[in-house]
C-alpha cells in the first residue's frame, strides 16, 4: 500500500512527519505507516467532519507559508484529506487545547490516535517485515467507516463516560470529549 509520492509533493509528506516526530527516511522509524497513513483518503459520513478536509487545506497553506512557494493548485488544496493529514491535524488541535505551545504534545497525541484505534505502531524493519500495511488499512477503514464500538473503542476517541454513540459524533466532539476526560 505504500505511496509513492511525486517529487514536488516529498517535500511537503515529509513536512507533515516532522510534525508528529516521524523521520522522513525508512529505516529504524514510522515511515512506512506514515506513508500507509497519507495513502489513505479521509472519508466522511458523518456531518461535520467535511471539517476535518479544511484543516488539510489549512495544513497545505502552512507549508506553502513556511517555504515560500505554492506546489498546490487551487484542486489540490481543496482535494480530499489524507488520514495523515488529519491525523497531524488533529493532534495539532489537541496539543493546542490540552498542552498549549508544547509542539512536542503534537507526536505525543498523533501516536495515542493510531494507538486508541489500533493501527500497527511498528518500526520500519518490523512493519515491513510481519506486512502491517493489512492491519493498518484494516483499522483506518474501521475509523473512516464508524466501525467501533459506542463508546469510542476501535476509534481514535475511545472513551470512559460518553454521553452520545461516539459512531454516529463528529470527530471534533470526539475529541473534546475524550480531552476532558483524560483532565479529570
Known amino acids: 500500500m505504500h ?10 509528506f515529509q513536512w507533515l512527519c516532522s510534525l508528529v516526530g516521524i523521520r522522513s527516511q525508512p529505516g529504524h522509524s514510522f515511515y512506512f505507516l506514515a506513508r500507509d497513513l497519507h495513502g489513505t483518503t479521509f472519508r466522511w459520513s458523518v456531518e461535520g467532519d467535511e471539517n476535518r478536509n479544511s484543516d488539510a487545506a489549512n495544513l497545505r497553506l502552512e507549508f506553502c507559508d513556511e517555504y515560500g512557494h505554492s506546489m498546490f493548485t487551487d484542486e489540490e488544496l481543496d482535494a480530499p484529506a489524507t488520514m495523515l493529514e488529519v491525523l497531524v491535524g488533529l493532534s495539532q488541535r489537541m496539543t493546542f487545547a490540552y498542552c498549549g505551545d508544547d509542539r512536542n504534545c503534537e507526536e505525543r497525541w498523533f501516536f495515542e490516535m493510531l494507538l486508541n484505534c489500533g493501527a500497527a505502531i511498528l518500526e520500519d524493519t518490523i512493519y515491513e517485515e510481519k506486512r502491517c500495511s493489512f492491519m493498518t488499512e484494516e483499522a483506518l477503514d474501521r475509523v473512516i ?3 467501533y464500538d459506542p463508546d469510542g473503542t476501535g476509534g481514535l476517541f475511545p472513551l470512559k463516560h ?8 463528529e470527530l471534533w466532539y470526539q475529541m473534546n470529549q475524550y480531552l476532558i476526560e483524560k483532565s479529570l
Open 162 to 169: 460518553p454521553k452520545e454513540d461516539q459512531r454516529r459524533a
Open 3 to 12: 505511496v509513492k509520492l511525486r517529487k514536488d509533493k516529498e517535500r511537503y
Open 145 to 147: 467507516e464508524r466501525r
